[in-house]
């Protein structure tokens, strides 16, 4: 196609007219660019959107769950892989994802018994896990279709999205407003801005549940990982997965990555919490002060050198060691996901806070907006 004399071709429909690509200077509309990644059963069309930064990693992310379907990391020889766990269509992201990539809300992690109280009101959730309530209830964030922010998303950059949760939504009171801005960096870090705003007292604690393999999606099992966690405390759990309420050293204990240590070096010890979560799958209380911005972990693989951080305005973490993963998903590719072949590293509040009064609050008032932010960081040694 010839524009105005430039060499141009159409490749992609965008939110609002044509997007035109041009080998000269040219650009017709700055829209975001999509793809349909897929129909839900209703009819509704689910897009996918990719975000490209100058070092040459790629992001892909979808209406659906707001979720993060491809991330593809340079290794030390520049060889890019695709390093998230995760499925090639729509129809597995309904129906069998364990979270992978997905945005979880209103409340990441468990709430003992799905319930709460507050202001002296008792509030019932949806349970999905045993007794307990997880990631939001039987539809999360991770399951419904999120809007798309044209004002607020640069084209290539960043993508932001946003979701109404009604008041009542799996049992949370108040209507709660979401955005999660995804934005690539030239720097090879990935950030996530969440805020939200309510119209009554809720609960909110929203993370992102990317399982990470940094040989790559599908290349065995994450346990010759080398981790590092800023926390010399975790919360120990019940045999549901619930904090007790305590907090603990991990001094001494296979919990203790504040030097850097394999994931695998000490995964089976018989040590009671390991246990009771089938691996790691525990929650950590950073050193950092809170809400300071600062680093919470540090992952490295040796075989391709790719190093991920994590930092987050975040209190707590949870490593979750992929303990569920048996190898009866058949992910992207056609690659099976065995036991432990991804990790995640999930920036939160403590599980079960609206229960524990001795945590953090995870509290929003009307007229408040709750704002947080975390990044994950790409690099090779
Ligand atoms: C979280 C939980 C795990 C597990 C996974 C999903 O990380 O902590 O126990 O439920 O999600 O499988």
Redesign the pocket.
Known sequence: MNLRGIQCNVFMIALTGILISCSGTKQETATMEKTIFGKTLEGREVYLFQLKNKSGMNASIITFGATLVSLNVPDRNGVKSDIVLGFDSLTSYMNQS??FGSTIGRYG??IGKGTFELNGVKYSLAVN?GANH??GGLKGFDKVIWDVDQKESVQGKSLALTYVSKDGEEGYPGTLTAKVVYSLTDGNELRIDYTATTDKPTVVNLTH?SYFNLAGAGNGDILGHELFIDADRFTPIDSG?IPTGELKSVRGTPMDFTTPAAIGARINDSYEQLKK?GGY?HNWVLNKSTPSFGLAARAYEKTTGRVVEVLTSEPAL?F?SG??LDGTLTGKGGKKYEHRFGF?L?TQHY?DSPNKPQFPSTVLNPGVVYKTSTVYRFSTR
């Open positions: 364990p979270y992690n468990r896990n997880l990631h549940h997965l979560g799958d949870q979750y303990n569920f995640c999930e599980p």
